[in-house]
């Protein structure tokens, strides 16, 4: 799990998404506790703005996510 493969699923899903939503789309497998951890280590960053749902939290890409994304995607393909 990168994290631009991770802001890619948001930035393709353009919505909220709960993170087990998050872990079907990944192409590994990953723990559930990982995966949480992970975003919320990306929502302190700013990379991902979260809200809460009946009692869930779900999260979709920020300005600056996207921003990051936009770099890290140039960056890989400079190399």
């Known amino acids: 799990m990168t ?3 991770v802001l890619e699923i948001f930035y393709q899903n353009e919505r909220y998404l709960a993170p087990d939503g ?3 789309q990944l192409r590994e497998f990953h723990h559930r506790s990982s995966v ?3 975003l919320f280590r990306l929502h302190k960053q700013g990379l ?3 809200q809460r749902f009946d009692g869930r939290i779900a999260y ?3 300005q600056r996510g996207i921003k990051r994304l936009d770099f890290l995607t140039r960056a890989e393909d400079q190399l």
Do not use: C, G, N
């Open 3 to 5: 994290k631009r493969e």
């Open 22 to 24: 998050l872990r079907r």
């Open 36 to 38: 949480y951890s992970y």
């Open 48 to 50: 991902l703005s979260r």
């Open 60 to 62: 979709r890409i920020s």
